[in-house]
């Protein structure tokens, strides 16, 4: 079983700065994607940013030139940094791992269970 735990989430306000860090635990051998999702209350969750393995990342338009995400494979952790954050920021971040590998098995995802960022305007 593999557990993702988030931490970094807070308040804010707009304009200002937030990292958020994402580890993974348990018998991993390699997790192929990670990345970050998010939910705005009344909203879907959507796609933030991703990074393979190798190094390839995602960014939803809303936030590109603004986020950056960033892995450390050796510790299976994720992190966002998140510049000039606006309202349309806030929500539950959540983090996502994806194509995981462990010593017993391959899962599918793993999901943590989010953390709250609230941007004030």
């Known amino acids: 079983q593999v557990q993702l735990v988030e931490s970094g989430g807070g308040l804010v306000q707009a304009g200002g700065s937030l990292r958020l860090s994402c580890k993974a635990s348990?018998?991993?051998?390699?997790?192929?994607?990670m990345g970050w999702y998010r939910q705005a209350p009344g909203k879907q969750r959507e796609l933030v940013a991703s990074?393979?393995?190798?190094?390839?990342?995602k960014y939803v338009d809303s936030v590109k030139g603004r986020f950056a995400i960033s892995r450390d494979n050796a510790k299976n952790t994720v992190y966002l940094q998140m510049n000039s954050l606006n309202a349309d920021d806030t929500g539950v971040y959540y983090c996502h791992a994806g194509d995981i590998y462990t010593s017993l098995s391959r899962l599918e995802n793993s999901w943590g269970r989010g953390t709250q960022v609230t941007v004030s305007s």
């Open positions: 990074q393979t393995s190798g190094g390839i990342t």
């Open positions: 348990g018998s991993i051998f390699r997790i192929n994607d």
